[in-house]
């Protein structure tokens, strides 16, 4: 059973730093993609950033590029994100969500972490 665990998360202070971990267990695929999407209160899901198959690039969403940075330790099967220069508005709540590049496409979600910026 695949199972997707964020940590990370918590309360800093505006421009403050934080370092999200999604650690994925169960996998036993070779071709997916794994991102990071929030949610603010009141509003959508939004993607955030993805690691691009095959080759792994790293996109980030215009709102957080320069600020944020996803990165994966496959050894470990974790993927990660950075996150500095934090502002109020990128409170949110952070999931972790995988896509497979398989017939059928599978996906799935983790939890969530909170991340509050806020003085």
């Known amino acids: 059973q695949v199972q997707l665990v964020e940590s990370g998360g918590g309360l800093v202070q505006p421009g403050g730093s934080l370092r999200l971990s999604c650690a994925a267990s169960?996998?036993?695929?070779?071709?997916?993609?794994m991102n990071w999407y929030r949610q603010a209160p009141g509003k959508d899901r939004e993607l955030v950033a993805f690691?691009?198959?095959?080759?792994?690039?790293?996109i980030h969403s215009d709102s957080v590029k320069g600020r944020f940075t996803i990165s994966r330790d496959s050894d470990k099967n974790t993927v990660y994100l950075q996150m500095n220069s934090l502002k109020p508005e990128d409170t949110a709540v952070y999931y972790c969500?995988?896509?497979?590049?398989?017939?059928?496409?599978?996906?799935?979600w983790g939890k969530g972490t909170l991340v509050t910026v806020s003085s």
């Open positions: 969500y995988v896509v497979t590049f398989t017939v059928p496409i599978q996906n799935y």
């Open positions: 169960g996998f036993t695929f070779s071709r997916y993609s």
């Open positions: 690691l691009t198959f095959p080759d792994g690039t790293a």
